[in-house]
């Protein structure tokens, strides 16, 4: 990761790093240098919650699309909570925008609760999405009441 930093850092935009367990929090920090990065794929890595969200954050004005991004629901709950300890009790507790314009679910991964599906909207409500059917699905709110995708 940090070749690629050093390397890359102004021209890569699309990054598979899939089922790379050795990619932890540690390459969090290296994924983030990469200024143009645009796709990503960090499905079953290393990377905590915490590490995701430090990628969402501070890509956040590059990254567009996550091949499934599982894991979104986990790094929003960790960037609130990020929120929530910066601006004290977080009642009024902003996350930032994120610019994603796809983002694929998994016939694996189902929304845990309505406040994860209600996170994900506010922080990306121009996106599309795509199905557990591959199906495109305009905007966030379609996508969050596309079948497939449901709260268990």
């Not at 430090?54 to 929120?83: H, K, M, P």
């Not at 996106?127 to 905007?139: A, D, K, L, S, T």
Request: with cysteine; charged share 30%.
């Amino acid at each position: 990761m940090k070749v690629l930093r050093r390397n890359c850092s102004g021209t890569l935009r699309v990054l598979d790093v899939e089922h790379s367990s050795l990619v932890t929090d540690a390459g969090a920090e290296e994924i983030c240098g990469l200024r143009r990065l645009s796709h990503l794929h960090a499905f079953h890595t290393g990377l905590t919650p915490w590490g995701q969200a430090a990628v969402l954050r501070r890509l956040r004005a590059t990254l567009r699309v996550l091949v499934r991004g599982d894991f979104l629901c986990e790094a929003l709950e960790a960037l609130a909570a990020e929120c929530r300890e910066r601006d004290g009790d977080g009642e009024g507790a902003e996350l930032p925008e994120l610019l994603l314009e796809e983002f694929w679910s998994s016939e694996q991964y189902y929304f845990h609760d309505a406040e994860q599906m209600e996170l994900v909207s506010k922080v990306g409500t121009e996106g599309r999405g795509r199905g557990n059917n591959g199906q495109r699905i305009r905007c966030w709110d379609d996508f969050l009441r596309a079948g497939g995708i449901g709260i268990v």
